[in-house]
């Protein structure tokens, strides 16, 4: 999205601002359940405007003093380039007043996050109880729609505008590469496999869809056709992928792309008229099942094309029943960001409302730990990994 149409954007919003009830704050006692509810029956959609921004900032943006971070550009779940569509939600609980419960930080590891700062994309890293967030390095603006870092945390890929998969070190720019150049960044992201070893990427001319060696830079194509296909994910344990096929529908598939099986059509925001914009992350599939997140459009919206770094929904692969993550605190279609790690169902949920947190759910929903971000992280989406 240009700036000037970021401007209008928010300039409408203003507007708007009188006319909508605020979504309350989270209910801590909510957030910090023991227990996992993503499957449970939620309340009827409140209309409560979600306003999702992107847009660039000007070159008049100060870094962060307390931190050594570059100030976001703005908050919410655009690009530079692009902004996801706009869902309705219920609000979250009302406030809870009671004593605050003393819970352990999360033991994630680093969490890698992304915002438009000025001209170009600021990486940051941060590890929940262990200092402040650290700036990794500069990305061009571009980046912001597409960038993906490596599960080991190593590397970061991104593609320019020019259509060139660009491949760096996380903490430096001294020997960033070309991989490959033609490929997809708007609609097929690249994306990493389990062992960081591989991206998915997708050329943009004549569409074919395979993994690039990210040693040698070979291609290989898929031995099944994804033509059409839409922002793919890759399965924590690297047993699967999923993509949005090119009618809307979401499909699970072999990491070569064969054995396809598209998702049962049953989650309730197909009957509400909305429809997949983005996927986000994906659970392993070791069990048998697993677990996708997603973001979908109100009603009779259509998707943009961009990606979405935010989910508001998540659905079970076996039989395309929707449910809840914890993180919407009973809000249905309340935004949230959440990555998934290792085998099973284990992942990190970043609540979007409110002091924005993150949280540790283990793979039988048990709650493992959680703590509030630095304030600093805000406009920052979580990628990921």
């Not at 996801?84 to 999360?106: C, I, L, Q």
């Not at 390095?137 to 912001?144: N, S």
């Not at 060696?213 to 994804?226: I, M, R």
């Not at 999923?242 to 099986?261: E, L």
């Amino acid at each position: 999205m240009s700036p000037p149409a970021y401007e209008e954007l928010r300039e409408a919003m203003t507007g708007l601002a009188d006319t909508v009830t605020p979504v309350d704050l989270q209910d801590r006692a909510v957030r910090t359940s023991r227990r996992l509810r993503r499957w449970r029956v939620t309340a009827s959609v409140a209309a409560v405007l979600v306003v999702v921004g992107g847009g660039t900032a000007t070159a008049t943006q100060l870094l962060s003093t307390s931190t050594g971070i570059p100030q976001a550009a703005g908050s919410g779940s655009g690009s530079a380039g692009c902004a996801p569509a706009t869902a309705p939600v219920d609000p979250a609980p009302s406030p809870f007043y009671g004593p605050t419960e003393k819970v352990p930080a999360p033991n994630t590891g680093p969490l890698f996050y992304l915002a438009a700062s000025g001209t170009s994309t600021a990486l940051v890293s941060w590890t929940p109880g262990k200092g402040k967030p650290e700036l990794r390095r500069p990305l061009p603006l571009d980046a912001l729609d597409n960038a993906n870092v490596s599960p080991d945390g190593k590397w970061v890929s991104w593609v320019t505008t020019d259509g060139a998969l660009h491949l760096g070190a996380v903490g430096d720019g001294k020997n960033d590469r070309v991989l490959r150049s033609g490929v997809d960044g708007r609609l097929l992201e690249p994306v990493w496999s389990h062992d960081s070893t591989r991206l998915l990427v997708r050329e943009a001319s004549g569409g074919r869809v395979g993994t690039l060696d990210v040693a040698t830079g070979t291609f290989t194509p898929l031995p099944a056709s994804l033509t059409g296909a839409r922002h793919a994910v890759w399965a924590a344990d690297g047993t699967a992928i999923a993509f949005i096929a090119s009618d809307g529908g979401i499909v699970v598939a072999k990491p070569d792309g064969t054995g396809q099986r598209r998702i049962p059509a049953a989650a309730d925001y197909l009957k509400e008229g909305r429809k997949v914009a983005s996927l986000q992350s994906m659970s392993g599939t070791a069990d048998g099942d697993s677990t996708l997140n997603l973001f979908v459009t109100a009603p009779h919206q259509e998707p943009n094309g961009c990606r979405s770094l935010v989910s508001n929904t998540t659905i079970r692969t076996s039989n395309g029943m929707q449910g809840e993550d914890e993180a919407q605190a009973g809000g249905r279609y309340r935004e949230y960001q959440a990555a998934f790690r290792g085998q099973h169902f284990s992942h990190v949920d970043r609540d979007m409302g409110g002091a924005r947190s993150v949280a540790l759910i283990g793979g039988n929903g048990e709650f493992l730990g959680s703590i509030d971000e630095p304030d600093q992280l805000r406009g920052y989406l979580l990628l990921n990994g």
